[in-house]
């Protein structure tokens, strides 16, 4: 709506002489502020893609050709042989099997983090906006400003705690601590979301005598899939790309792609496989990128959702 | 359904005999570099062949400052693992206290452990209250200068014999691009104060700082002379040429790239990998050349207690595994393979290199105390702050660094 | 809507006496059950562990939480411990030049943005996809291009520009610039869409209004429309904030804190002393400084928020 508004804010500069306001569309494209218009976002969209095809194009080069060519070049051929020793041989320390156990550990942490989280906020965000008890607001407050507290600040506390359920090292630890954290977020976008809803259908419920747990189930949830699957875009991409909880909570056995990249990369011995490094960064960057081509303007609906409201 | 029957009894059968023959015991370490992992390999070979159990790798990225504190926040977690190799020191004292390491005295009761320690110190750290928590495997020591034949060659010189004949060298080499002092980032710098220490400055500057913590000794002038010679190592080194990990630099002094590095026996398992040959392809300096006392640390292993309901066979495994690592077999095949001085007076070590032999001909002088070995590591966290800030600012005096390392040294524990 | 609470605690009224205990506690009860992970959340965790991470900053605690009340004593420390001192500069001095040009690029991209552009669709998701990238993955990726010998410096060298130098990542001096392209590059995208949500938002009579008083284009941006967006100003402002104390992964995957210890920050101290240098007391001094910096960014905020207003939901 506002474009044409946005747009006839800078007719008049854009277009030059007079009298051409009010003429139809297609207009000069190349006047002088039009070309330093694109010139502007074409260097800016270099600058965003260019690691992007560095990535890329390194992943598929072969050593020599790495050492030897620049970081421009395309590679010569095609070569997919980075990619397969990147998730199948790349080594930490002994253990040399690659991402791959990586990727599944993050796909084992991923899916049921998710789904807890998002569970457990979308009812928090129905308890606040329907079921409003005494206090509760009050912990809504401090839930969200819980959300700034430094994450170092409760990390050596929740070390103990999950030690305290047995759970330390093992990938229950990791799905816990990503409810938690997930949690402010979360319940923020599910109340705003319940809050938007009329109320009439509640109250027709109420009145009806269904308690909490149908009418969540019954009428809530039905209509509250667009924001479902904001926060599955949210959680997805932010549990996958986590790094910290991965590395402190998840155990040896557990660690996710994002740790295991950091040590293939970081702690590699011998000359640097650059190649295989890149193919092993594009790896990780994969999912979260999938979730973002398929969700396409969800996806910034998503990231900026709990962002906008404050 | 009896068909069923049979199969299932005859898969439990199955599946009870294998737990109780061979359990899986899950060791930690940080022996990442082509060496360590060769010669912890080792271990695992004898451990399996031995035992018939598994040996489940858990090699750590990131040494020491990497892995240390995810093996400790593991055993702190209630999560341990079957076996672990820390450092022989203060790392694991306050989990010793804690009760969270198995006590080792029953298993190796019978070895007389103590009549074949080469030297009784190093089972210091491993006693609390009258039990035994650890036992070292090996005796490590930073104190080595390595030194490229290759790169000599280049310039047309002797390979140094000493610590001053290299500083000489220092400008022909430059001349040639040749880097004179070849060094990995993080971590290994922080080894080299202790090297300078023991060799510049003498065995009873070490005692005075590691095991007195003594900081007048740091504001001396025989420290002084240790910072003057960090300050002109600084000089041939930036943080451009410096190489990811200690087994690269390895690599540039096989080929001659570099001339030289401080750097533990450690690397020597590395070069050796790599096909070098000591004495011919590099050439290697206990204490410098100058000293006459290796300051000593090494790698003990530990056994965390494990939870209660645990398979008494992964019990007995440790026992199996910690009385294995102290035998003369194991000693003998590991140490060969890391660099490493063996633990025990009572094996042949004809087998070893000249590096090696040179060591051991060192140890008749006794050890000194090594940073790792009697400082905490949040002390020691603190001066490889300190050393990592005066490697990469040029900006921090020398009289800074030794008030600074006086005042760390004072505050130590 | 409270009004529906209040009638669902009726039922309590059956009791004779309906004590303080009843109507607190049995009033809406299913919804206080559902709740109680959120309160579990809020007491034990954000309020709890804070609690106990502040107390034990006053102890002398090393590798276990067992140690005596000492006071100050670790604070004393920290803050003479110049790699602490060193990490609180790194993060002043990265966090404002972060968020100046975070919030100044994202403004003038979403302005180039609004300007009815051919291909919108395509340039926001070029710029918005490093977003969806974890600190990892941006930081290594930016390691290799700013990788002295064989990424960029070598590259345009090679091309016969001999005298270029883009060494940043091993320059002490340069290398918070070198974190800063790194964080630009994920974080700018986001922000340019928050912007662009906010100039959308402006009505188009004010640009109508501006256009006939004659007001140039640049202007109407600078001095009318972006004091109408304070809400997403503030927003954006907050989130990069506080996205800027918590900078820890980009410098891990990044730098390592190095060279030397030239680009280390608070998170990472803190994360160090707590595991490695096996100092619980000096890393939870630590992590109670980085929460009093977080106040003093949120206290304001809190109060033009919800403060002023007295709003509430």
Same mark, same amino acid.
């Given at each position: 709506m506002s474009n044409t508004a946005t747009m006839s804010g800078s007719a008049p500069a854009a277009s030059g002489p007079a009298g051409e306001a009010r003429g139809?569309?297609?207009?000069?494209?190349?006047?002088?502020?039009?070309?330093?218009?694109?010139?502007?976002?074409?260097?800016?969209?270099?600058?965003?893609?260019?690691?992007?095809?560095?990535?890329? +194009?390194? +992943?598929?080069?072969?050593?020599?050709?790495?050492?030897?060519?620049?970081?421009?070049?395309?590679? +010569?051929?095609i070569n997919f042989d980075a990619w397969v020793r990147a998730w199948t041989s790349a080594c930490?320390?002994?253990?040399?099997?690659?991402?791959?156990?990586?990727?599944?550990?993050?796909?084992?942490?991923?899916?049921?983090?998710?789904?807890? +989280?998002?569970?457990i906020a979308a009812i928090n965000g129905y308890a606040l906006v329907n079921w409003r008890f005494k206090g509760s607001e009050i912990f809504f407050s401090i839930l969200i400003f819980g959300s700034f507290i430094p994450y170092q600040v409760m990390l050596y506390p929740l070390v103990i705690i999950t030690r305290e359920l047995g759970i330390f090292g093992k990938l229950e630890a990791v799905i816990l601590i990503h409810t938690i954290f997930g949690m402010p977020i979360l319940t923020l976008l599910f109340r705003n979301y319940f809050a938007s809803l009329p109320q009439e259908l509640f109250k027709a419920a109420r009145v009806d005598g269904a308690g909490f747990w149908r009418i969540f189930f019954e009428i809530m949830l039905p209509m509250s899939l667009p924001i479902f699957v904001v926060a599955l875009i949210l959680q997805i991409t932010g549990i996958w790309n986590d790094?910290?909880?991965?590395?402190?909570?998840?155990?040896?056995?557990?660690?996710?792609?994002?740790?295991?990249?950091?040590n293939i990369v970081n702690s590699a011995q011998g000359t640097p496989e650059y190649n295989v490094n890149m193919a092993a960064t594009v790896l990780t960057g994969l999912v979260p990128l999938i979730v973002y081509f398929v969700s396409g303007k969800l996806f910034v609906r998503g990231v900026a959702a709990g962002a906008v409201k404050g | 359904m009896k068909k069923f029957a049979v199969v299932a009894a005859m898969a439990t059968a199955l599946l009870g005999t294998t737990s109780a023959?061979?359990?899986?015991?899950?060791?930690?370490?940080?022996?990442?570099?082509?060496?360590?992992?060769?010669?912890?390999?080792?271990?695992?070979?004898i451990f399996e062949a031995e035992t018939g159990n598994h040996w489940v790798?858990?090699?750590?990225?990131?040494?020491?400052?990497?892995?240390?504190?995810?093996?400790?926040?593991?055993?702190?977690?209630?999560?341990p693992m079957g076996a672990t190799m820390m450092n022989t020191g203060r790392d694991a004292e306050e989990l010793i206290q804690a009760g969270l390491m198995r006590d080792l005295t029953d298993i190796v009761a019978d070895m007389d452990i103590e009549s074949f320690y080469v030297d009784p110190t190093q089972l210091e750290p491993c006693k609390y209250e009258g039990g035994l928590y650890c036992l070292p495997v090996n005796i490590h020591s930073w104190d080595w200068l390595w030194l490229s034949t290759a790169a000599y060659k280049k310039i047309g010189q002797p390979v140094p014999t000493n610590w001053d004949e290299y500083v000489a060298s220092w400008p022909a080499l430059q001349e040639a691009g040749i880097l004179p002092f070849g060094l990995a980032s993080g971590w290994p710098i922080n080894g080299v104060p202790g090297v300078l220490m023991a060799g510049i400055g003498g065995s009873d500057l070490v005692l005075r700082i590691n095991r007195d913590k003594d900081p007048e000794a740091v504001r001396g002038p025989e420290f002084r002379k240790v910072a003057e010679a960090m300050d002109s190592l600084r000089k041939v080194t930036s943080p451009e040429t410096m190489v990811p990990s200690f087994g690269d630099v390895g690599n540039q002094i096989l080929k001659g790239e570099a001339a030289g590095n401080i750097h533990g026996d450690w690397l020597a398992g590395d070069l050796q990998i790599a096909g070098g040959v000591p004495g011919v392809d590099y050439e290697c300096l206990p204490g410098l050349g100058v000293g006459t006392q290796l300051?000593?640390?090494?790698?003990?292993?530990?056994?965390?207690?494990?939870?209660?309901?645990?398979?008494?066979?992964?019990?007995?495994?440790?026992?199996?595994?910690?009385?294995?690592?102290?035998?003369?077999?194991?000693?003998?095949?590991?140490?060969?393979?890391?660099?490493?001085?063996?633990?025990?007076?009572?094996?042949?070590?004809?087998?070893?290199?000249?590096?090696?032999?040179?060591?051991?001909?060192?140890?008749d002088n006794g050890l000194l105390p090594s940073g790792d070995f009697s400082l905490s590591s949040d002390t020691q966290q603190q001066l490889q702050d300190l050393d990592l800030e005066f490697f990469a600012d040029e900006s921090v005096t020398v009289d800074d660094y030794i008030e600074r390392r006086a005042e760390i040294i004072a505050q130590a524990d | 809507m409270a009004d529906i609470a209040v009638k669902s605690g009726e039922e309590a009224r059956d009791v004779a006496r309906p004590g303080l205990l009843q109507k607190t506690f049995l009033k809406n009860l299913p919804a206080k059950i559902a709740a109680l992970p959120m309160m579990a959340t809020v007491l034990v965790v954000f309020v709890g562990c804070t609690i106990w991470t502040i107390y034990y900053s006053f102890t002398n605690s090393k590798l276990l939480p067992t140690g005596k009340f000492v006071g100050?004593?670790?604070?004393?420390?920290?803050?003479?411990?110049?790699?602490?001192?060193?990490?609180?500069?790194?993060?002043?001095?990265?966090?404002?030049?972060?968020?100046?040009?975070?919030?100044?690029?994202?403004?003038?991209?979403?302005?180039?943005?609004?300007?009815?552009?051919?291909?919108?669709?395509?340039?926001?998701?070029?710029?918005?996809?490093?977003?969806?990238?974890?600190?990892?993955?941006?930081?290594?990726?930016?390691?290799?291009?700013?990788?002295?010998?064989l990424g960029l410096q070598g590259a345009?060298?090679?091309?016969?520009?001999?005298?270029?130098?883009?060494?940043?990542?091993?320059?002490?001096?340069?290398?918070?610039?070198?974190?800063?392209?790194?964080?630009?590059?994920?974080?700018?995208g986001f922000c340019m869409v928050l912007m662009l949500a906010g100039l959308r938002g402006v009505d188009e009579e004010i640009w109508k209004a501006a256009r006939v008083d004659g007001i140039p284009t640049w202007r109407t941006y600078i001095s009318i429309v972006l004091p109408m967006m304070r809400g997403v100003l503030v927003t954006a402002v907050v989130l990069i904030g506080s996205g800027i104390v918590r900078l820890y992964d980009l410098v891990v995957a990044l730098t390592n804190g190095g060279p030397g210890i030239s680009s280390e920050v608070p998170a990472k101290y803190v994360v160090n002393y707590m595991f490695s240098g096996g100092n619980i007391g000096q890393a939870m001094a630590a992590a109670t400084m980085m929460l009093v910096t977080v106040l003093i960014i949120m206290v304001p905020w809190a109060y033009l928020e919800f403060g002023g207003k007295g709003k509430r939901a």
């Open positions: 139809p569309r297609p207009r000069p494209f190349f006047t002088p502020k039009k070309i330093m218009l694109y010139t502007t976002l074409i260097f800016f969209s270099l600058y965003f893609l260019f690691p992007l095809y560095v990535m890329v +194009s390194t +992943s598929f080069k072969t050593m020599p050709e790495i050492r030897f060519g620049s970081i421009f070049a395309l590679p +010569s051929q930490t320390g002994l253990t040399c099997n690659g991402l791959s156990p990586g990727f599944w550990n993050s796909v084992k942490i991923t899916i049921p983090s998710t789904i807890v +989280s998002i569970f790094f910290l909880f991965g590395a402190v909570f998840a155990g040896t056995h557990n660690q996710p792609m994002t740790v295991q990249l950091n | 023959m061979a359990v899986d015991l899950e060791v930690t370490h940080w022996w990442t570099s082509a060496g360590e992992a060769a010669a912890v390999a080792e271990f695992a070979k790798d858990s090699a750590l990225a990131g040494s020491g400052t990497g892995a240390n504190p995810v093996i400790i926040s593991r055993i702190i977690g209630g999560n300051t000593g640390g090494g790698d003990s292993f530990y056994f965390p207690v494990l939870p209660e309901g645990t398979d008494p066979a992964v019990l007995e495994a440790q026992a199996q595994l910690a009385r294995l690592l102290i035998s003369p077999e194991a000693q003998l095949k590991f140490n060969m393979v890391k660099g490493s001085m063996p633990i025990r007076t009572d094996i042949d070590l004809s087998g070893a290199n000249a590096c090696m032999k040179k060591a051991i001909a060192l140890l | 100050f004593e670790q604070y004393e420390r920290l803050f003479a411990a110049n790699r602490w001192n060193i990490s609180v500069t790194n993060l002043l001095t990265y966090g404002a030049m972060s968020l100046v040009l975070t919030l100044g690029l994202g403004f003038l991209l979403a302005v180039l943005m609004d300007q009815k552009i051919r291909f919108e669709s395509a340039f926001r998701t070029i710029m918005l996809y490093p977003f969806a990238l974890s600190f990892i993955v941006t930081g290594l990726v930016w390691q290799w291009i700013m990788n002295p010998t345009i060298r090679n091309l016969g520009w001999e005298g270029f130098t883009f060494d940043w990542i091993s320059n002490p001096r340069m290398v918070l610039f070198a974190l800063l392209i790194a964080g630009l590059w994920q974080g700018v």
